[in-house]
């Protein structure tokens, strides 16, 4: 395990010992602990810019599980170190940030850390692995701890909508996604995501490459929240801000991105990839943007804002594939969109940061986020108003910020498609920067709005739940570094290019980097009267237009009924199918354990009959068996009796004593066959066993003063007969039908010299199957506590009868 | 159990189950540890454990056994499978399979010469685990009203 393994395993590992510092310090914030880590884990990873930088990677690997190629291998190169830098530093400024903002004595500090920690590995682990199945393991822990974020404040029921949405829409990219890895590892014999890169060939003229790419994608834009699956990030927003500042915005939605950016120099030789990534993308920025227009709340306007800004990446990556295929001038002009693309992903992580945290402080002081309630905050609250200017500036594409720069390169990527002559994109591909001008204009919009609606205009303090004031300064600290980092970048980009961006973008392409391509990142505020100068000038006048006019055109937000929007589309399909779900259940479900006992037996005895069939097994013979001793004949007739006598017998106890003698009959029967292990397990058994039938019995109703014998059910007595044949039909196989050499042999003679032990059924059980003694008792356990919670909610329900009633309704809608 | 509305005479059975309660209680245990060269081993010392606290249960009652031995049954099958996990878990540690068991002789004060091998831990988790299951099965359905 190298140090590089720790790194990433480094928040799980410290995440164990989070509740007991929560319950032994109450008089420190939790979160002081916490900050340590990502910390530590920053300054760990900022040492690898000198090695990415100069082209080189790391490589670290620890065997999982090599017989099915599967190991934990790190790889550290530009493109992974950016993510890794992006994930320590902005979970420092998030923790920092959260100290403030969650109250130590109120909230339960030591789950939410706990899942803050857990994320960061998986994150971490996302986009450091090598390895696509440690890296699915990984993913599905980011969407697993994203759940578990989102539904912190459990008691309010959107939060436990909204988890439920993002996990069921992510898990079920991540799935896909799964499918895919498969698809792949099938060509190629490697989970390897370099190897992958390497055979990118061999990929390209499999019959599923496309199957294979439509399922990873599947995965990254649930993920990344493309439409049309962004529907889940808005809930998304009910989970504390600090968390929908770190996840939901700077680091888990981006894992889509990477895995794009990733599987780039895999597909990208393929029209298909260009053209879905950017059109999706586009597509998503546009709907994203005009949809952010008419949200009222804050954080609602920031969600999406952000699953625009995801798609602008998006469709960055997507047109960034054009440049394997370009080959005009020296100078290739669709590497720009990858730089862009790249370059944007820092800058939205800086300028989303800072405006979540800042919204956080506008809920945290005045206890409301609604834009409507909100305003004339500037004179109050004027450092939190300074970040929110220069954030939303930065989002709308204006200078002198960095949002200002990579706007601009996307929208040049974006009017470049003019000059390519391949994959239709002269044609169709006009509607790309059409698209991109009509979403620019809404971002703008609903940039402006962000801090207008909440620090200018009218004041409206009474409305307000809490008397506003400016925010503590430790709360103010992680937006104002971002904000500065905002402004930094604008002013110096090129402090990036070489150490980061130029890393990364190299590492998306692969192929170009070996046939000697100069990745040239080279960011400047002024490159003329170019055409995207004139797009931003245009974006800006028309922007500002409908912004002033905004009163005539909100109206088309009301025309689409909510039963054809995407979100009722979704209701729809869960109350949907939790209904076909019941109704199909309520078919068998009878609720009498006899019917299950029938179903069991039934589908039992018909299986193997049928396999003794099919496979032509029915045969034996009765050579070679050893003579059956007079006191076998009495014991083997003492338990048919006993066993036939229950039958008979009118009241329980007699029954249960009954079925006493069978158990111990049989145990006496291990015990002349030498087996004293089973005998002596079989012993205990039946006695509590018993023990507990008596106590079941105990308390179940007398139905009837008088008790009847059971009445004789033909159906019954047929499955019995059934049961019974067929398992004397498998014994007498079992003894005639030996393909293979009985293992004992090996236990017999291995049980010294490998486990030191002389008892072979005690041995086998600890040592040579101990993992099917671990499973077992993890069964066991599940069982009990199974048990235990069934019977104990059942009480609970009867003193409470409306609590249970609820919750039927609930899980019937 | 619950207390019957007719008082039952049970002395007999109340005075014997005490003696013969230690007598399992200790039987299970040499079970439990002569399970490795000998039958016996964890789940078999474990159900004799259990069904000596039957014992207890049938002749006393759940309260009387609640008050005699306080112990938390999930806790002790949580506690069971943790410790069978982490026997299993230590081997990769040391860079060797999950569940590989290590052993070797040692000599002890009072015991002499005797062989330790990591799979009495792993039985002792399993012998927890049954324990636990045992009494918490029994112990809900028979305080359930």
Do not use: C
């Not at chain 1, 890895?181 to 990118?200: A, C, H, K, P, Q």
């Not at chain 1, 018909?606 to 068996?625: A, V």
């Amino acid at each position: 395990m190298s140090l590089l393994h720790l790194a990433i395993l480094l928040p799980l590992l410290a995440a164990p010992f989070i509740p007991f510092l929560f319950r032994g310090m109450k008089q420190i914030h939790t979160g002081w602990f916490v900050l340590i880590v990502p910390v530590v884990l920053v300054t760990y990873f900022a040492g690898f810019i000198p090695i990415t930088s100069a082209g080189d990677v790391v490589t670290e690997t620890i065997a999982w599980m090599p017989s099915l190629g599967i190991n934990f291998t790190a790889y550290v190169d530009g493109l992974s170190l950016l993510f890794a830098l992006l994930i320590t530093g902005i979970g420092a400024l998030v923790v920092l940030y959260s100290i403030y903002y969650l109250n130590k004595d109120k909230e339960s500090l030591g789950h939410f850390y706990v899942y803050l920690l857990m994320f960061m590995s998986a994150m971490l682990g996302v986009v450091l692995s090598d390895n696509m199945i440690v890296m699915y393991m990984f993913w599905e822990l980011t969407s697993i701890s994203s759940f578990l974020l989102i539904g912190y404040w459990y008691e309010k029921e959107r939060s436990r909508y909204g988890a439920q949405k993002s996990m069921l829409l992510t898990v079920f990219g991540g799935l896909s996604m799964l499918g895919g890895i498969v698809l792949l590892e099938s060509m190629i014999g490697s989970y390897s995501i370099r190897d992958m890169v390497t055979n990118s060939g061999v990929i390209a003229e499999s019959p599923f490459f496309l199957v294979a790419m439509v399922l990873i994608l599947l995965g990254a834009f649930t993920k990344s929240a493309q439409f049309p699956f962004h529907i889940w990030l808005p809930d998304a927003m009910e989970a504390p801000t600090p968390v929908s500042a770190y996840l939901h915005s700077a680091t888990m939605v981006k894992a889509g991105l990477y895995l794009v950016a990733r599987m780039s120099p895999v597909f990208q030789e393929s029209s298909v990839w260009l053209w879905t990534i950017a059109g999706v993308g586009m597509f998503t920025m546009f709907w994203g943007s005009f949809n952010a227009v008419k949200q009222t709340d804050l954080k609602g306007i920031l969600a999406f804002s952000t699953v625009s800004q995801l798609g602008l990446i998006m469709s960055l990556l997507g047109l960034g594939a054009a440049a394997l295929h370009y080959d005009g001038m020296d100078d290739n002009i669709f590497m720009v969109a990858t730089i862009a693309a790249i370059f944007h992903l820092i800058n939205h992580a800086t300028f989303k940061g800072s405006l979540f945290m800042m919204a956080g402080i506008v809920d945290h002081e005045t206890g409301t986020r609604d834009i409507r309630k909100l305003g004339g905050l500037m004179t109050v609250m004027p450092i939190t108003f300074t970040i929110a200017v220069i954030g939303s500036l930065s989002m709308a594409g204006l200078p002198p910020f960095n949002g200002f720069l990579s706007k601009e390169m996307f929208l040049k990527a974006t009017t470049k498609v003019f000059s390519a002559d391949f994959f239709a994109l002269d044609t169709i591909g006009i509607l790309l920067p059409v698209i991109a001008f009509v979403g620019s204009v809404f971002t703008f919009i609903y940039s402006i709005m962000l801090f207008t609606r909440t620090f200018m205009g009218k004041a409206k303090f009474d409305q307000l739940p809490k008397k506003p004031h400016e925010a503590p300064i430790g709360m103010l600290i992680s937006p104002a570094i971002l904000a500065l980092l905002v402004v930094g970048l604008g002013f110096f980009p090129n402090v990036l290019s070489n150490s980061l961006i130029k890393p990364a973008v190299e590492s998306i392409y692969p192929t170009l980097v070996a046939q000697g391509q100069e990745v040239d990142v080279h960011i400047y505020f002024w490159h003329g009267l170019t055409p995207e100068l004139f797009m931003t000038i245009g974006v800006v006048l028309l922007g500002s237009l409908l912004f002033w006019q905004m009163g005539k055109w909100m109206g088309i937000y009301n025309r689409i009924p909510h039963r054809l929007t995407l979100n009722g589309m979704y209701d729809g399909t869960l109350v949907w199918s939790n209904k076909a779900a019941y109704r199909f259940k309520d078919n068998y479900m009878t609720g009498f354990i006899r019917s299950y006992l029938i179903y069991i037996f039934v589908f039992l005895s018909g299986m193997m009959l049928f396999s003794i069939w099919w496979f032509d097994m029915y045969r034996f013979s009765f050579e070679n068996l050893a003579e059956i001793a007079p006191y076998e004949y009495v014991l083997g007739a003492v338990v048919m009796l006993a066993a036939l006598a229950i039958l008979f017998m009118r009241s329980r106890l007699p029954s249960i004593i009954l079925l006493g003698v069978v158990g111990y009959g049989v145990a006496l029967f291990f015990v002349f066959f030498g087996a004293p292990d089973l005998a002596l397990t079989q012993l205990v058994i039946e006695t509590v066993s018993v023990a507990l039938f008596l106590l079941v019995f105990y308390h179940m109703p007398d139905i009837s003063k008088k008790e009847v014998r059971m009445r004789f059910k033909v159906g019954n007595a047929i499955v019995a007969i059934l049961v019974g044949t067929t398992v004397m039909l498998l014994s007498f196989m079992a003894l005639t039908n030996k393909s293979l050499t009985s293992i004992s042999e090996y236990y017999k003679e291995n049980v010294y010299e490998l486990a030191a032990g002389k008892n072979m059924v005690n041995v086998v059980l600890v040592d040579f199957r101990g993992f099917d003694t671990l499973f077992e008792i993890v069964v066991l356990g599940i069982a009990a506590f199974g048990i235990y919670t069934m019977i104990k909610f059942r009480t609970t329900r009867r003193t409470k009868g409306e609590g249970a009633h609820e919750a039927k309704q609930q899980t019937r809608q | 159990m619950k207390q019957n509305s007719k008082r039952v005479n049970d002395v007999i059975l109340q005075t014997a189950a005490i003696i013969i309660f230690f007598i399992i209680v200790i039987f299970s245990i040499d079970l439990f540890f002569a399970g490795h060269y000998s039958p016996g081993g964890g789940f078999i010392g474990g159900l004799m454990t259990s069904a000596a606290l039957v014992l207890l249960l049938l002749a006393f009652d759940s309260k009387t056994l609640a008050n005699v031995l306080p112990i938390d049954y999930r806790l002790m099958t949580a506690s069971g499978l943790l410790i069978a996990l982490a026997t299993g878990l230590h081997s990769v540690f040391l860079g060797r399979p999950f569940l590989t068991h290590a052993y070797g002789k040692f000599d002890l004060p009072l015991l002499g010469e005797q062989t330790l091998h990591t799979a009495i831990a792993f039985d002792l988790g399993v012998y927890l685990v049954v324990i636990g299951i045992t009494l918490t099965i029994i112990q809900t359905i028979g305080e359930s009203e």
